[in-house]
T-cell receptor, first 115, second 111 residues
Framework: GAVVSQHPSRVICKSGTSVKIECRSL??????MFWYRQFPKQSLMLMAT?????????EQGVEKDKFLINHASLTLSTLTVTSAHPEDSSFYIC???????????FGSGTRLTVV | EDKVVQSPLSLVVHEGDTVTLNCSYE??????LLWYKQEKKAPTFLFML????IEKKSGRLSSILDKKELSSILNITATQTGDSAIYLC???????????FGKGTRLHILP
């Protein structure tokens, strides 16, 4: 079945540095990729939606210059947290959608800790 | 291999019907099981289940975990058209580590 591989699963970085998170669809083409941030009490916030080959659409309140999303191919989307701050520490999850499949395939998440 | 399997993948019922959605899991270091409802922006959190046999209830929705059977069910009674959505089951595996989502059940309620 459809699988999305998300890496790294955990990362610790220093304030001011940048971190890149990758999501790859292993056996299908992800025409759309969603990036979420998980908050306490398990709620998920949609940060942005990206379509292959075009600019990502960011949700209100999400800084696009801080959270850079690239969806250069149908199998790879990346989220780069630039100039990370401790308040960026969170759990980030991607989800891929294919035009050929009604469902959403989630990555396994990345726990980011900024120190 | 860790996995979460939901069934059915798709379900169409009439308003007023009761539905039962299933989620089974095979994961190491099980900690909890989460149910979400996905409509538009992002999955909305419904329940977190950690203990077997204890029903969680919220209005017409209820859920229960069976650790012996490695499964959970989500019940929706007296369904309404607003219940139409994809219902996702997810299992966090370790503290601050991976989370495995099922493919979801697409529920469509006919008026």
């Amino acid at each position: 079945g459809a699988v999305v591989s998300q890496h790294p699963s955990r990362v610790i970085c220093k304030s001011g540095t940048s971190v890149k998170i990758e999501c790859r669809s292993l056996d299908f083409q992800a025409t759309t990729m969603f990036w979420y941030r998980q908050f306490p009490k398990q709620s998920l916030m949609l940060m942005a939606t990206s379509n292959e080959g075009s600019k990502a659409t960011y949700e209100q309140g999400v800084e696009k210059d801080k959270f850079l999303i690239n969806h250069a191919s149908l199998t790879l989307s990346t989220l780069t947290v630039t100039s990370a701050h401790p308040e960026d520490s969170s759990f980030y999850i991607c989800s891929a959608h294919s035009d050929l499949d009604y469902g959403y395939t989630f990555g396994s998440g990345t726990r980011l800790t900024v120190v | 291999e860790d996995k979460v399997v939901q069934s059915p993948l798709s379900l169409v019922v009439h308003e007023g019907d009761t539905v039962t959605l299933n989620c089974s899991y095979e994961v190491t270091n099980f900690r909890s099981l989460l149910w979400y409802k996905q409509e538009k922006k992002a999955p909305t959190f419904l329940f977190m289940l950690t203990s077997s046999g204890i029903e969680k209830k919220s209005g017409r929705l209820s859920s229960i975990l069976d650790k012996k059977e490695l499964s959970s069910i989500l019940n929706i009674t007296a369904t309404q058209t607003g219940d139409s959505a994809i219902y996702l089951c997810a299992v966090p595996m370790n503290r601050d580590d991976k989370i495995i989502f099922g493919k979801g059940t697409r529920l469509h309620i006919l008026p």
